[in-house]
């Protein structure tokens, strides 16, 4: 509990959290809805603006980051000294927008700033391939170009992903943003909450985020995370289901090698097997660098998957077989989930979409549409070149693994 | 949250402003039952109290402020008496401030040079003065939206006059401008010279224009009007409506519509800077081709319910467009979708925008150029409303017939001297609005060669050294 919450004098449970945005409507939502329920956000760490950044990230990033800076510091401040063992930072925002994309690269810049040596851990929410915002492309691009260098490590959410998991999983018909929060709330959640896995070594405070990042970040020039998370279902069809771990780890094996986020819809067919002593081409299933499973309810502890899922054909030669791969355990179950996997991976999952919204803007960029927008307000040209270098170099690294 | 002020310039600005401020009031009304003053009403009215002659502003407490009396963030400016003294012996006489009504009594005689110039000159200091009071009575100003016609003296001239004092003074607020643009056959024989003449300040002083037709109104008003005369049950008419009352409606609820999600709650928000953000790549292509559906007049006079996706189908149908134009066969640059309702989520959304997508074309470099938005709470009366604010290139045509009507007059010089004779206008200016729109006729005709012929090249990608 004590990870995530701060225990008040009321016996309410408090966030520590500190929320940041242009405009008030997002937040106001956020701290309504937690009325009734055990734990609530602390009045004052709330920072709110009122005209929002308009969807433009060179507003968020050159006009409103220098007027909030000193009172974002001294909120998270506040908030750290709340702690007993201060583990890290983990930055929620999106990439389509002005405020969460302009104003997150910002911050995250801030974080590295003033606090080198904690860990920040970056999950970010990529935009639907069919539009919701005409420049998030561009947004995007500028965003990670800065991110990518400041955190320790980005784990890319995709809406169009957590859509289909509502759609087909989790059978809902008309699958709202509401849904689809709860799906990344639970796929970040099975990474997050802490598992004491060493009981020798005696340690009861986990310092997850610390963890997670020497575990999959060995090299600066791979920081991309991706998740996945099994099973997924809907309250009603969960009492006829009967959990055993071997098809659990079956289907989130076949996720990790054809790189598919749900365990519908699989393509069976990718295996790792060598036909006669040849290699397979690497570009029929996915590459990792490296990758972590948490394994979550009875029986875990038990239950073996490092040889499977430390296929030596699945890493590059460069990584030591150690390195490669780890497993965590806890025989605690997860939201009413009598077992489940999750898999947090850094590989080449996350060319497909980086290529997709690289490819876009550039053609944008090379229309010169919008740019006077960004212009405006301080960004120029090379900025822009900058930040699509950035990622390109990104996207090469992966592809040549 | 963000306030906005309303300026109705002339006799089509005002009436058209007339219809809005009371579809706001009836819409607040009706979604803020327990008469609080809160955010949502703030982004188009002052609570005030009024002591000895004087109103003041009362300042907005978290939550718990009662309604005493409303006033509106507007200006109302009229080179005629007419129809602001009828607004002001109305119902709606009292969310006016007198000292925010600008007027003469000689009118303009539907003559540019007279509105831009003449009374251009001459209130200008006055305007300035009144905007920048509206301007300070706002915690936190967000755009100003203009409305007047294009083809009179009036609100063409004097309005667009207007847009360089905004221009001046707060170059960060948005200008957002609703023009009407006159019929083919308009009664006006000046009309094409004031409407080339506007729309020449309107492409370099404005952030964004909604231009509207009236016969596209006409159009959609026959439509409504026929469906609920045939329905089952008779509808009855508003009281005391007049003949332009229905079309002026859709106008306001065109305005509404947009600023629903600034003022509602919704699960994707949308501000007036984010359209503009999205809808405009170049500074000089703002023009915005707006459509509605379900059509609706008011609570009473609309269309029967149809199915959400069957709504969303009919909004690119060039019925239901408040231009003249059909979309539908031109490029798009991007469009925005803004949806109010309770129950329509994202799903809905993304099915129907894949599903159009299909049959609309969007330029090369913007093939899911879409902004999309939703608003919990529908228009009274409606289950649902979908807006389109499309940034198409059938405006060209529009623009095209202007120009073709203004160079039959212009070629002749017939009734230049009317404008020469006016001080402070000079010739040039006709032949300048001439090449502007000229200019941006050929952008838009540039564009849609290059994406419909297939002809566009993709730049190749950042090579890595």
Redesign the interface.
């Known amino acids: 509990m004590k990870t995530f919450f701060n225990d008040t004098q009321c016996g309410k449970h408090e966030a520590r959290s500190v929320m940041i945005d242009m405009?008030?409507?997002?937040v106001n939502?956020a701290v309504q809805d937690t009325t009734g329920k055990e734990w609530r956000y602390a009045k004052s760490q709330q920072f709110v603006q009122?005209?929002?950044?308009?969807?433009?990230w060179s507003y968020g990033f050159k006009v409103h980051a220098p007027k909030c800076k000193d009172a974002i510091i001294d909120l998270i401040r506040k908030e750290i000294e709340k702690c007993d063992y201060f583990g890290g930072f983990l930055l929620l925002m999106s990439l389509a927008g002005?405020t969460g994309s302009g104003l997150g690269a910002f911050v995250g810049n801030v974080l590295r700033d003033n606090f080198p040596r904690a860990t920040v851990l970056n999950p970010v929410v990529c935009p639907?391939?069919?539009?919701?915002?005409?420049?998030q492309n561009y947004n995007a691009v500028l965003s990670l170009s800065h991110i990518i260098a400041v955190s320790d490590a980005v784990c890319l959410l995709h809406n169009n992903q957590l859509?289909e998991i509502c759609?087909r999983l989790l059978g809902i018909?008309?699958?709202?943003?509401?849904d689809?929060n709860k799906v990344a709330a639970h796929q970040l959640a099975s990474v997050l909450l802490p598992i004491i896995q060493d009981k020798q070594s005696g340690s009861r405070f986990q310092n997850v985020l610390n963890d997670i990042a020497s575990a999959l970040v060995c090299n600066s020039r791979y920081k991309m995370l991706d998740l996945k998370c099994v099973p997924y279902m809907s309250p009603h069809t969960m009492a006829f289901n009967t959990f055993q771990w071997e098809g659990l780890a079956k289907r989130m094996f076949q996720m990790m090698l054809t790189d598919h986020h749900m365990d519908e819809g699989l393509n069976w067919r990718t295996t790792l097997t060598r036909p006669h002593g040849k290699t397979q081409r690497s570009s029929t299933y996915t590459k990792y660098v490296s990758s972590l499973l948490f394994m979550r309810g009875q029986g875990s502890t038990s239950y073996d998957l490092l040889t499977q899922f430390g296929d030596s054909r699945l890493y590059p030669t460069w990584i030591m077989p150690a390195c490669r791969n780890s497993v965590w355990k806890t025989e605690l179950p997860f939201r009413g989930y009598e077992k489940c996997i999750a898999f947090l991976s850094n590989g080449t999952s996350c060319v497909k979409s980086l290529n997709v919204l690289?490819?876009?803007a550039?053609?944008?960029f090379?229309?010169?549409?919008?740019l006077?927008?960004y212009y405006k307000y301080g960004l120029e040209e090379s900025d822009f070149?900058n930040a699509?270098?950035t990622v390109?170099?990104v996207i090469?690294s992966y592809k040549t693994l | 949250m963000t306030q906005s002020i309303m300026i109705q310039v002339g006799q089509c600005g005002n009436q058209i402003g007339c219809r809005f401020w009371d579809q706001c009031l009836h819409e607040h009304a009706f979604y803020s039952k327990n008469g609080i003053y809160d955010d949502a009403i703030s982004s188009f009215f002052r609570n005030t109290e009024t002591y000895s002659d004087e109103t003041y502003d009362l300042p907005m407490r978290t939550g718990s402020n009662k309604i005493n009396k409303l006033k509106a963030r507007a200006i109302l400016v009229d080179m005629e008496e007419g129809v602001i003294n009828e607004l002001l012996q109305g119902q709606l006489g009292e969310i006016f401030d007198s000292k925010q009504l600008i007027t003469n009594s000689f009118g303009s005689g539907n003559n540019w040079a007279v509105g831009n110039k003449e009374y251009g000159t001459m209130y200008r200091e006055q305007i300035a003065e009144q905007v920048r009071k509206a301007a300070e009575l706002c915690d936190c100003l967000q755009c100003f939206f203009v409305l007047h016609s294009t083809g009179g003296g009036t609100g063409s001239g004097l309005g667009t006059s207007l847009l360089s004092i905004l221009q001046d003074e707060f170059p960060e607020v948005y200008r957002f401008v609703g023009a009407v643009y006159p019929s083919s056959d308009d009664d006006v024989i000046t009309s094409p010279y004031n409407s080339m003449l506007a729309t020449y300040e309107l492409t370099e002083k404005a952030d964004c224009v909604l231009p509207i037709n009236n016969q596209a109104l006409i159009n959609i008003c026959n439509k409504v009007q026929q469906a609920v005369r045939s329905g089952k049950f008779e509808k009855p008419t508003e009281k005391n409506a007049k003949p332009f009352d229905a079309m002026n409606n859709l106008v306001a609820n065109v305005i509404l519509n947009m600023t629903s999600s600034s003022r509602f709650e919704g699960s994707l928000n949308v501000d007036l800077n984010e359209i503009v953000m999205n809808l405009v790549p170049f500074p000089k292509q703002h023009y915005l081709v707006s459509s509605l559906s379900p059509l609706y007049i008011s609570k009473d006079v609309a269309l029967p319910p149809r199915k959400l996706d069957q709504a969303f189908e009919d909004l690119f149908s060039k019925d239901h467009q408040l231009m003249l134009s059909d979309p539908r066969h031109s490029l798009y640059l991007a469009c925005a979708l803004m949806v109010r309702g309770k129950n329509v989520q994202t799903s809905d959304l993304n099915r129907n925008i894949a599903k159009l997508s299909r049959n609309l074309s969007f330029v090369n470099w913007n093939q899911e150029g879409w902004k999309t938005g939703l608003c919990n709470l529908p228009p009274i009366g409606q289950q649902y409303s979908l807006l389109a604010l499309a940034n198409n290139t059938c405006i060209r045509h529009t623009f095209t017939d202007l120009k073709d009507r203004f160079v039959k007059l212009y070629s002749r010089k017939a009734h230049v001297h009317h404008y020469e004779k006016v001080d402070g206008f000079e010739s040039l200016l006709f032949d300048e609005s001439l090449n502007s729109l000229t200019g941006i006729i050929k952008e838009y005709e540039e564009m849609e060669k290059t994406t419909l012929s297939g002809t566009a090249q993709s730049t190749d990608r950042l090579q890595l050294v």
């Open positions: 405009e008030p409507k997002a939502w009122k005209s929002g950044s308009g969807n433009n002005g639907y391939t069919s539009g919701e915002v005409a420049v859509h759609h018909k008309q699958v709202s943003f509401h689809m690289t490819e876009e550039w053609d944008m090379g229309s010169k549409a919008y006077h927008h070149i699509f270098a390109e170099n090469y």
